[in-house]
């Protein structure tokens, strides 16, 4: 089974820094990574992903992560944080399902906190 | 939160009792899931469905049920024997291909709790 592992359960930036979120990941084959944000007792919004091509991707509300394979990790960042960014994020890989359908399988999830 | 609905947000459930949480989608996706989330552990799967009067098993369906009579809507029953339901319920969709065919879309959730 693919998984991803988020090593700090909480990260806590001043307004305006640079914000990284960590994760790496174990599958057989090539990884599909996401991305996603969630809000207090909201569902979860999709940041980015990587399927294949450009090792950084760009996605919503200023995000980017980094796919680095020689260190199966892929970090979410963003070079600016704003109090608004303050959320749990959770990296999730793709799962292939005896169905031949999938599933996300997530990280435990990181609460960021960015204080003014 | 996309075009899925989930209702009720809220929800409490007495002990013995079953319960049905609802999930509805007009994205036209064909595949639909239910999660379950528990701090700290992030989203495991309990069932899912690639196409009508279809669905399968996930990680953890034991004391759960669903349906899929129609393509836009997969509810979840949580049964008397599913021994510990607080939580909060998450339903997804995907399409069935197109350039999000790998991403899934989630609902606002709902939370279950057991009085």
């Known amino acids: 089974a693919q998984s991803v592992a988020q090593p700090e359960d909480q990260v806590n930036v001043a307004e305006g820094n640079p914000l990284t979120v960590k994760c790496t990941y174990s599958?057989?084959?090539?990884?599909?990574l996401f991305w996603y944000v969630q809000y207090p007792n909201r569902g979860l919004q999709f940041l980015l992903k990587?399927?294949?091509?450009?090792?950084l991707v760009k996605g919503s509300y200023g995000f980017e992560a980094e796919f680095n394979k020689s260190q199966t990790s892929f970090h979410l960042k963003k070079p600016s944080a704003l109090v608004s960014d303050s959320a749990l994020y959770f990296c999730?890989?793709?799962?292939?399902?005896?169905?031949?359908?999938?599933?996300?399988?997530f990280g435990a999830g990181t609460t960021v906190t960015v204080r003014a | 939160d996309g075009g899925i609905t989930q209702s009720p947000k809220y929800l409490f459930r007495k002990e013995g009792q079953n319960v049905t949480l609802s999930c509805e989608q007009n994205?036209?996706?064909?595949?639909m899931y239910w999660y379950r989330q528990d701090p700290g552990q992030g989203l495991r799967l309990i069932y899912y469905?690639?196409?009508?009067?279809?669905?399968q098993k996930g990680d953890i369906a034991e004391g759960y049920s669903v349906s899929r009579e129609k393509k836009e809507s997969f509810p979840l029953t949580v049964t008397s024997a599913q021994k510990n339901p607080t939580a909060f319920y998450l339903c997804?969709?995907?399409?069935?291909?197109?350039?999000?065919?790998?991403?899934?879309?989630f609902g606002p959730g709902t939370r279950l709790t057991v009085l």
């Open positions: 997804a969709s995907r399409p069935g291909q197109g350039g999000s065919y790998n991403e899934q879309f």
């Open positions: 599958v057989s084959g090539n990884p599909y």
């Open positions: 990587y399927i294949t091509g450009d090792n």
């Open positions: 999730a890989v793709r799962d292939i399902l005896e169905s031949n359908d999938y599933k996300l399988s």
């Open positions: 994205l036209n996706h064909d595949a």
């Open positions: 469905s690639q196409i009508v009067n279809d669905f």
